[in-house]
């Protein structure tokens, strides 16, 4: 077995793409959020028949 250890990419981003990254990321939550349709429209199915 292996015993490598990766580098961290979080360490090698700057302050500013950090700052986009945030921004993005609440956007895309905010996104979600906004647009349950799939999940609120959902209905349950009837379980399979046994045969």
């Given at each position: 077995m292996h015993n490598t250890k990766r580098k961290n990419a979080w360490l090698d981003y700057t302050p500013?793409?950090?700052?986009?990254?945030?921004?993005?990321?609440?956007?895309?939550?905010?996104?979600?959020?906004?647009?349950?349709?799939?999940?609120?429209?959902a209905q349950p199915t009837e379980p399979a028949s046994e045969s």
């Open positions: 500013e793409e950090l700052e986009k990254l945030e921004a993005f990321a609440q956007d895309y939550t905010r996104f979600i959020s906004e647009n349950k349709t799939e999940r609120e429209n």
